[in-house]
């Protein structure tokens, strides 16, 4: 069993930055990939970006793309999500995530218990 646990959200700026990081413990060795999903107030949860683990390849949703950056430290267990550029539409809860398809809710098997990002 993997646990995940967010940290680095709060309240930004339109057009500021925020780095998201999440610590994993447990089999993470076991999962093929991590990824950040987000929920809005009344929205479904969605996919923000994803990486293979031991490739480093990385996915991003469409609406994030250019302004978000996912990475890995495999030292430290950690999992990044370097936010750039936000917007108010970027206003969620975020959830860590790992599982054997991280493009899709129904593909994760870990979650964490997310951590709140608001812009304004």
């Known amino acids: 069993h993997v646990q995940l646990v967010e940290s680095g959200g709060g309240s930004v700026s339109a057009g500021g930055s925020l780095t998201l990081s999440c610590a994993s413990s447990g089999y993470t060795y076991k999962s093929a990939c991590m990824g950040w999903f987000r929920q809005a107030p009344g929205k479904a949860r969605e996919p923000v970006a994803d990486?293979?683990?031991?490739?480093?390849?990385?996915y991003y949703a469409d609406s994030v793309k250019g302004r978000f950056t996912i990475s890995q430290d495999n030292a430290k267990n950690t999992l990044y999500l370097q936010m750039d550029s936000v917007k108010p539409d970027d206003t969620a809860m975020y959830y860590c995530?790992?599982?054997?398809?991280?493009?899709?809710?129904?593909?994760?098997?870990?979650w964490g218990r997310g951590t709140q990002v608001t812009v304004s």
């Open positions: 995530a790992a599982g054997w398809q991280c493009a899709m809710a129904s593909g994760i098997n870990d």
């Open positions: 990486i293979v683990t031991g490739v480093g390849r990385a």
